[in-house]
Nanobody, 121 residues
């Protein structure tokens, strides 16, 4: 069984920075894709950034130039570096991992519990 857990959320003033981390753990696995989502109160969850096994990345248009996603395979971690934060970036940020479990050969698709980001204007 594979799990992911987010960390790094908190409160920051507009213009500030935060670094979120998503760490996967459990049975031997290969992560094919990790995606960060966010959900603000009263709004639908939206995809913010993703990184593929081959290193390919994707960023939401509104965060390009401010956010960056990276992967540390040694730590089974995917980080989301957020800079020049705006109040509209606030919300709960979730990590989602899609991959293959080595012991069963079956795919998995798991979500973390989320970490809250507050941006004060």
């Amino acid at each position: 069984q594979v799990q992911v857990a987010e960390s790094g959320g908190g409160s920051v003033k507009a213009g500030g920075s935060l670094r979120l981390s998503c760490v996967a753990s459990g049975s031997p696995f290969t992560i094919i894709k990790t995606t960060w989502y966010r959900q603000a109160p009263g709004r639908q969850r939206e995809e913010v950034a993703s990184i593929q096994e081959n290193g390919g990345t994707s960023l939401l248009a509104s965060v390009q130039g401010r956010f960056a996603i990276s992967r540390d395979d040694a730590k089974n971690a995917v980080d989301l570096q957020m800079s020049s934060l705006k109040p509209e970036d606030a919300g709960v940020y979730y990590c989602r991992a899609f991959g293959v479990a080595h012991t069963t050969g079956r795919t998995f698709d798991v979500w973390g519990q989320g970490t809250r980001v507050t941006v004060m204007s």
